[in-house]
T-cell receptor, first 116, second 114 residues
Framework: GAGVSQSPSNKVTEKGKDVELRCDPI?????LYWYRQSLGQGLEFLIY????????KSGLPSDRFSAERTGGSVSTLTIQRTQQEDSAVYLC??????????????FGSGTQLSVL | AQSVAQPEDQVNVAEGNPLTVKCTYS??????LFWYVQYPNRGLQFLLK??????LVKGSYGFEAEFNKSQTSFHLKKPSALVSDSALYFC????????????FGSGTRLQVQP
């Protein structure tokens, strides 16, 4: 595709439910990132995948959060037993780490998660 | 460790006047520095980056930024602001070694008045 695609664009869930957020990066991009943007806040790093290397999970706020990247492409961020403080926009980005686009992140439009 | 500070939550400037959005960083190695912009109801977009070389970096939409190693700053500038520049601006940093995910600042809202 032409850009990073995220689904769903909006997700409303009840406290305690599990949610899955999907990210489809730009074809050929080896690096994939998840960030979280809360209202009025900056971007909070969650997790980073690079090729076949072990992911950098240092930003995950609790063990309720997990992510996987299958086949070096699509990624799923899972939040178990959601809490109200999980409400935020979850952003996915990818990068090619090559050429003039080195270290340049391309962001998706995000998933707005609302936990009631 | 790496961190970014954007000391101003909001910057107001009149159309046609020069604008500056401030950013300072802290890394233990050599920094790679970035500016991203978020327009209302749109995703984050890359503006410019400093990796190495000339300290003055030019980017999209007439923006530029100057890397100042001694002051650990990377301020975003534009000689003449447009109303359409009104948006949320994020500075980001990554070390040249080690952790490979960008650390973003808290963002600065730029409001350009006609």
């Amino acid at each position: 595709g032409a850009g990073v695609s995220q689904s769903p664009s909006n997700k409303v869930t009840e406290k305690g439910k599990d949610v899955e957020l999907r990210c489809d990066p730009i074809s050929g991009h080896t690096a994939l990132y998840w960030y979280r943007q809360s209202l009025g806040q900056g971007l909070e790093f969650l997790i980073y995948f690079q090729g076949n290397s072990a992911p950098d999970k240092s930003g995950l706020p609790s063990d309720r959060f997990s992510a996987e990247r299958t086949g070096g492409s699509v990624s799923t961020l899972t939040i178990q037993r959601t809490q109200q403080e999980d409400s935020a926009v979850y952003l996915c980005a990818s990068s090619s780490r090559a050429g003039t686009d080195y270290e340049k992140l391309f962001f998706g439009s995000g998933t707005q998660l609302s936990v009631l | 460790a790496q961190s970014v500070a954007q000391p101003e939550d909001q910057v107001n400037v009149a159309e046609g006047n020069p604008l500056t959005v401030k950013c300072t960083y802290s890394v233990s190695g050599n920094p790679y520095l970035f500016w991203y912009v978020q327009y209302p109801n749109r995703g984050l977009q890359f503006l410019l980056k400093y990796i190495t070389g000339d300290n003055l970096v030019k980017g999209s939409y007439g923006f530029e930024a100057e890397f100042n190693k001694s002051q650990t700053s990377f301020h975003l500038k534009k000689p003449s602001a447009l109303v359409s520049d009104s948006a949320l601006y994020f500075c980001a940093v990554i070390m040249d070694t080690g952790r490979r995910a960008l650390t973003f600042g808290s963002g600065t809202r730029l409001q350009v008045q006609p």
